[in-house]
């Protein structure tokens, strides 16, 4: 099948790109739509988004999916940002028109369950601490390795996909909750930054060693990624903080790599210290102007990524009460204009507008757009 | 200030749009985001969409808003498409670059309830007939007139907007709802096309003999649409299906033009007649190929638009748990493909993918664009 190659971004520009090096081969779909056997890709919607393995027609899940100390509790934003965040990460060693995307296929989900419970006599294997008998917040052994997850990059060699490398990332908690009882009251032990990035770089040695076991990745680069899971009341998730190429062989991190990314939520509260003032002050100023718009908002939040003091993105979320469509289109267009005034310029941003009902529009600007383009959920 | 003449289409192209005629003025800020006294507009994101009034940085809210019978119970899909297949009405009169559009502000909340509810002799003004007594389904004077909204449509004079016309849109019900005693079961009263027809063009006539005793009405074209709304177990909001434009100062309906539109929900049930077979084996492959893609997914469902038996559009929505940011990804650059591979050519398409969490991410083709744009919904 002939590969499109042109890909259309999302921001209003078109993007002519050439088909992606490597993964270009007469004998691979792109497309997972004609189900025939064999392997096939995605397709790439952008540039930067790594194409993903489908198998026979189906898309090929993780192997250990759905295992993490997190799945049943705790902050959901750590899953969205820990993911999108280790996709990044990965961008560093393995680019996206040479690599196609995986789910981990390696670690099982028995393997992955062992290794993030504790040490124990019936698990040798168990990454967190043996339990040793506290309940006390400050005497007991917390739970230090929350989530792991495996992504596996994948290159093509004699019109086949084989393992070009893995990322694994290693999400570090900055509180454990525990119980002293069942159905108890939760507790909470508090684990520093110095803290959880000397347990998290333990761990991630051990892990190094552990993955040269296997025979598929004796002779390939590991990149290690370690992430401080954000407490379950905050409204954005962690961040990484560290990461490390393990070119083929290794079994110990040689070096580190230092991630100094940060989330906020805006507007900051009186008892945080404000990322930057030019920043806050055009959320400032744009949520006082959209609350003078409109009766009835309810509320003007956004989510704002930092890395080196530098604004990364923002996601500004506007839940209101609306009571008609005309309502909704106008608020849009109005944000529109609004949102390219005040927001801060040369940085993506997401704007989206809920009700009660679920989600009504969404506008979005790419970091080198300037207009942003709006889109208003309609229904027949 | 001066007008940005840039409009960016949602999808994927550049339009390059001349400011819009009558509307462009030195003294009229397209923009309501300067906080400045006075009469502004929201500012135009497509040219299909009619800009929105502004007094004093504030949206100019309905005088009658949230006034409906549907307000409280009903179906919500009535309320969207009621009142966008109203704006489109419109356009047949009132054009997009001439006109702006302003909510009514002739008929207040009073007025509206009032016409609304029954004739009785504290409400001689009730558009809907007397409560004759009975109980019984076929016997009984059911509720015909549902919903009733007034839009108003401005254009330039003189440096200030003025008056140059108003749709009003009336719901005509085809199923009226009703209790025999306070908190107790639902009964139905069915009323048939040939009889909402006639009920909704006697009501149309009162309405427009009404308006025109309004001096700002006196010497303005009038549209009324009648709107068919759809029973409460539907999952398509109802029709319009014929409208009249009332020229200055007549005070009688003198011809209506009827619309032939019907929406449908995909997959065709079994004990419905598809619309157009090709239409529906596109979306049934495209079903199918999409639920042997990914495991989990719970739901491939669509809202179709017919007029004269010809697609307008179509929302396709899918639902499914997800376990993983990278799951998303990977599962909207496949839908990229397959929408684009197996659903009708030539119409706009909005795709949307939900989980329990809320949307995840959608995909969009404008009636004459070709590839979807793609917008997955992130996190920090």
Known sequence: MKRAKLVIGLLGIMLF???????NSSSMSSSGTNGSKGTQLTGQSTDSNYEGVIENGKYVT??????SNTQDAGNQLNLKSFEKGLLNVSQQEFSTNKYAFREGQILTKKVVSNWLARESKSNADGLNPKDNGST??????PIYLQQLEEQDYMIQKNNKLSL????????????????????????????SKAEAEKQGKAIANKVLMRLRQYDSLKNVPIVIALYRQAS???????NFFAYSVNKNGT???????????????FPIADSQTSPNTNDTTSFDN??????????????????AQYTNNQLDGMNVNITTQFYSQTEIISFTQFLQTAAQKYLPAKVPI?????????????????ENGKKFTTHVFNSY
Chains 1, 2 share one sequence.
Do not use: H, M
């Open 286 to 303: 744009f949520k006082n102007e959209v609350e003078d718009f409109f009766p009835n908002l309810s509320g003007v939040t956004a989510q």
């Open 17 to 23: 790109l050439a088909a992606c090096g490597n993964l």
């Open 164 to 191: 070009g490398g893995i990322t694994i990332g290693l999400g570090i908690n900055s509180v454990d909750y525990y119980k002293k009882t069942q159905y108890g009251a939760t507790y909470e032990t508090k684990i």
């Open 350 to 366: 997401d704007i989206q507008v809920s009700s009660t009902e679920g989600v009504q529009s969404f506008l979005s600007r790419s």
């Open 232 to 238: 379950d009341d905050s409204l954005v998730g962690g």
């Open 251 to 265: 079994t110990k991190v040689k070096s580190w790599e230092k991630l100094n990314q940060k989330s906020y939520v």
């Open 136 to 141: 006390s917040a400050t005497k007991r052994n």
């Open 62 to 67: 993780s192997k250990s999916r759905g295992v």
